[in-house]
Each structure stands twice: as C-alpha cells, then as structure tokens.
C-alpha cells in the first residue's frame, strides 16, 4: 500500500494551510522529527546544557560577587550563540526534510538532507542577522513598519531553501514576493503564532506550577535569597527542559504552515505547481 502524499505545490485557504500542516505532521511526524533530532542532535545538546549552566549561575547571584555576575553574563552569552546555533539546525533540517520529501514525491534522503543543511548554515546565519538589523530598525524608526518587516522576512527560510538563495538576497527577495500577498501572508502568521502560543504553553504549566510552589516556601522562609534557589533545583530545570522540547514540537506546525504559505502565494504568482503537472502529462 503506498503511502499518501500530500501536495505542496498549490493554492490553499487559511484553514486549509493549517489542517494540512497537522495532517503533514500525522503522516510525517515520527520521521519529519527523527530526522531534525539526528541533524541537529548535537547543537541542541549544546543548547540545552546551555540553557542548564545560564540558570545555575543566576542562583550564583545570591553571593552578590563580581565573580558571579560575570558567570553569569558569561553563560548567557554562551547560551544565546548555542541557541541560534541549534534555531538554524533545527529550521534547515526541517526545511530540507519537507524540499525532499516534495522532489522525491514523498521519499525522503536522509543523506541529501544533512548536507543540505551543513551547506546552507552559514547563508541561513547571514540571513537571520540582516532580519533581526531590520527588525531592530524597524521598532526603532517607528513601530508600526516592524509588522510589515515581520511578515515579510517570516518567508526567508522557505526562499532560502526552494528558490536556493543566499542570505543577502533573500531578503530583498521576501519583500519583493509577499508584494500584493501581504494582508494573507500577516493573517496566517498571526493565527498560528496564536494557535502555537496557546498550545505550547500547555508544556509550560508543570514548570509555572511547580516554580510558584518552590517560591511560596522560599517566602515563608527567614532567608529572602533562598528564592533563587529554585534556578539550580533539579526537578525545576527538568521540567523546565521538558517545556522546551513541547515548545520544538509545536514550533513545528510553524514552520510547516510557512512552507505551506510560501507554496501557496508562488502558485499564485508564477502558477508553478500547475506548469509542472502540465509537463508531466506530456512525459
């Protein structure tokens, strides 16, 4: 029995883009997953023992040491590089998971998707710096333009990978494509930031819980600085790193409705998925 493949290359309304992005994740999810964790294994490792040590180190703060503070802003450094490390990782594995699964009709390369990714790193990096410029400037110029750039460059890390641009020139791509497309390309990216926010906060509710509880004794105590106590408790970091794997997961449905966004507004410019159909007929 063959498996089923869900098209990419056409046009979709708002609930269509979602309900197929879970009906992606249904059929794909264990690979599509898999395959991310064995990419990117290592830089969210990294990542995560970040995460761990940045946390540790604000309890430090208690001493009120100038050896502290400086752990302190030491880690969080560390931490946000591994971060953005394991961000560009976990978005080109993804993204080349889809663009294979899409050139091979739903037959994945593993191996094509580990090069792909290693290849593309350092454009992806250069891409995120310029749109986080941009981003900057746009809040500092005036607010209201940060929407448009927002939504314009929320498309780059499709145009990097299907249309194989570099950094720099897919962002003056993302303004050049949402052109005309700019109300639905906002409102789709609104819904599911909204949709994922609400859903991955589910994952959140242990730690919340759990952090308030540790606090309301650490207030009953005579020791005010026995709160901080609570960034180096192992249960709370556990369950602190559980909410960010949840977090991954649903980040997921963002990506994949952006693929499935970018796919929708190129068949409506340059008809790409019905030319390809057209051709095949022919063959």
Not at 66 to 91: D, E
Not at 152 to 170: D, P, R, T
Not at 231 to 256: E, H, K
Request: glycine share 8%.
């Amino acid at each position: 029995m063959n498996k089923e493949y869900i098209e990419f290359k056409r046009e979709r309304d708002l609930g269509s883009i979602i309900s197929d992005a879970f009906k992606f994740i249904r059929l794909e999810g264990k690979q599509f997953f898999l395959t991310i964790l064995k990419v990117a294994a290592i830089p969210i490792v990294v990542a995560v023992a970040s995460m761990i040590y940045y946390m540790m180190s604000m309890s430090s703060l208690i001493s009120q040491e100038t050896s502290a503070v400086v752990r302190m802003m030491g880690s969080m450094f560390i931490m946000m590089i591994a971060y953005l490390v394991a961000f560009v990782f976990i978005n080109l594995a993804g993204m080349y998971y889809i663009k294979s699964y899409i050139d091979n009709k739903g037959i994945v390369n593993q191996e094509e998707i580990k090069e792909n990714t290693k290849n593309k790193f350092w454009s992806f990096v250069g891409f995120g710096i310029l749109a986080y410029l941009i981003l900057i400037a746009s809040v500092l110029l005036c607010f209201f333009p940060v929407f448009y750039t927002m939504t314009a460059v929320s498309l780059g890390a499709s145009i990097l990978v299907f249309e194989n641009e570099g950094g720099a020139s897919a962002i003056g791509r993302c303004f050049n494509f949402i052109s005309g497309h700019f109300w639905e390309t906002f409102g789709v990216i609104i819904v599911v930031g909204l949709l994922v926010g609400v859903l991955g906060s589910v994952f959140q509710i242990p730690a919340v819980i759990y952090q308030f509880a540790k606090m309301g004794i650490s207030m009953g105590n005579d020791d005010p600085t026995m709160m901080m106590n609570i960034y180096s408790d192992p249960i709370y970091l556990l369950l602190y790193v559980l909410s960010l794997v949840g977090n991954f997961l649903f980040y997921s449905i963002t990506l994949i409705t952006n693929v499935f966004l970018y796919f929708d507004i190129n068949e409506q410019k340059n008809q790409t998925g019905t030319i390809e159909k057209i051709d095949s007929l022919g063959q």
